[in-house]
């Protein structure tokens, strides 16, 4: 089949791999209708992680099942699916207690595995025509047949449950006021869902135009931080208080608006932002090792935070990859029912032939590449 192939540092390519085949009584392969391309593939394009030329990326993932190992029960081939990025066994500890994105079992010696990423595990990415989903009665997300609401469902895999999963570690009510870090996919998606739970208001921060220009449009208030420190901006629309709660979404690659990065500016941003007992959901990616750090300690994964204001303010946070089983069923059933239409943040829908191009502009923040939806059906 093919897939999306990494080669080296802002290069991938599409080739030939071998096809998946069922390895489990409990897998099944899935024929991929919708597969995106998301921020944290771009850490590995960058050569910003451990990641080894060879791996296929690939880890937000939809399609019909094509084919069922025999111990399979609840799923059937034709039956349409989205994967949880995060590979679960269903049974372990942290999986029981809803935290599937810590799974202990499937990969050993971690807690959590995924598909097609780098320290997640042995799963082929899917990025490609197929994919094979193991522990499949568990990781499976049947949706209705047909193909409405396809790139809606397809944004189930990861960025519409973890955007809900930062307000989720950040515990936003109803009336509160949020502050989002960063309006990529992922923050456009926190903002949206901190909407749905009724935040009184959502500002949200970038300096890319036509990023913040959709937040507006779903009802944010934008903030440009290449217009003045976006901390002040946020004190002074919010009586100089700051907000109830604050959402990382933009991790250890955040820069200032020059473009020179500074791995802890968001988190120390959030710090300031948020008014003492707040909240924080962070969500955006830090990583224990970065070879390409602009420090020896950052390259170790070690920043400068500011513990010290964080102490004294008495703010909580939650960190880590989303738990997406815990909402994508609930969140699935507001799409159905007409309720949320996260596709909304979809800029591209391409053939697969095309992703080496998609990645570069993506990459690049092009103006009006927002996300990126992979179709290896489409011609
Ligand atoms: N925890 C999880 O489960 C999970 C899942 C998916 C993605 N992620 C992570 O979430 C992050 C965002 O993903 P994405 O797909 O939206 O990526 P993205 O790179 O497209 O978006 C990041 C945005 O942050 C903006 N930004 C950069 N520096 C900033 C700063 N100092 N202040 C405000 N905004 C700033 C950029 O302009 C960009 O629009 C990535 O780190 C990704 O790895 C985490
Ligand atoms: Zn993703
Ligand atoms: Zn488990």
């Known amino acids: 089949m093919k897939a999306v192939v990494y080669k080296e540092p802002f290069k991938v390519a599409v080739e030939d791999v071998p096809d998946p085949r069922i390895e489990h009584p409990n897998d099944v392969i ?10 944290s593939d771009l850490h ?18 939809m399609g019909i099942v094509e084919e069922t190992g025999p111990g399979v029960t609840s799923i059937h081939r034709g039956d349409r699916v989205v994967l949880p990025f995060n590979v679960a066994c269903g049974f372990c500890k942290n999986c029981l207690a809803g935290k599937t994105g810590f799974c202990l079992t499937v990969n050993e010696g971690f807690a959590g595995g995924a598909y097609g990423y780098v ?24 949706l209705p047949p047909g193909d409405e609401h396809e790139d809606d469902f397809a944004l189930l895999a990861d960025i519409f449950p973890t955007g809900y999963h930062a ?25 949206y869902s901190a909407l749905l ?45 700051g907000t109830d709660k604050g959402i990382d979404a933009v991790g250890y690659q955040a820069t200032v608006p020059e473009g020179e990065e500074q791995p802890a500016m968001v988190l120390n941003s959030l710090v300031e932002s ?51 089983k815990a909402y994508n069923r609930q969140l699935r059933d507001m799409i159905i029912a007409g309720r949320a239409n996260p596709s909304f943040v979809v800029s591209h829908r391409l053939p697969l032939a095309e992703a080496p191009e998609a990645y570069e502009h993506f990459d690049k923040r092009d103006n009006g590449w927002t996300k990126v939806l992979l179709k290896p059906q489409m011609a």
């Open 30 to 39: 899935v024929k991929i209708t919708t597969t995106a391309i998301c921020g």
């Open 44 to 61: 590995m394009y960058e050569g910003r992680t451990g990641a080894e030329p060879g791996i296929v990326f690939g880890h937000e993932n």
């Open 119 to 142: 320290s997640m595990g042995p799963f082929i990415g899917g990025q490609a025509q197929y994919l094979r989903v193991p522990y499949a009665d568990f990781n499976c997300l049947k």
């Open 167 to 191: 307000t989720e570690l950040a515990q936003v009510s109803p009336g509160e006021t949020v502050c989002v870090y960063g309006a990529g996919p992922v923050g456009l998606m926190a903002a």
């Open 197 to 241: 739970r009724g935040a009184s208001r959502v500002f949200s921060v970038d300096r890319q135009p036509d990023r913040l220009r959709v937040a507006h449009e779903i009802g944010a208030i934008p903030i440009d931080y290449s217009k003045g420190d976006a901390v002040e901006q946020i004190k002074e629309q919010t009586d100089g208080e």
């Open 274 to 324: 948020v008014r003492p007992t707040g909240m924080l959901g962070i969500v955006g990616l830090y990583v224990p090792a970065d070879p390409g750090g602009p420090s020896d300690s950052a390259k170790k994964g070690e920043l400068l935070f500011k513990i010290g204001r964080f102490f004294e303010k008495g703010l909580r946070a939650g960190t880590g990859q989303a738990n997406v």
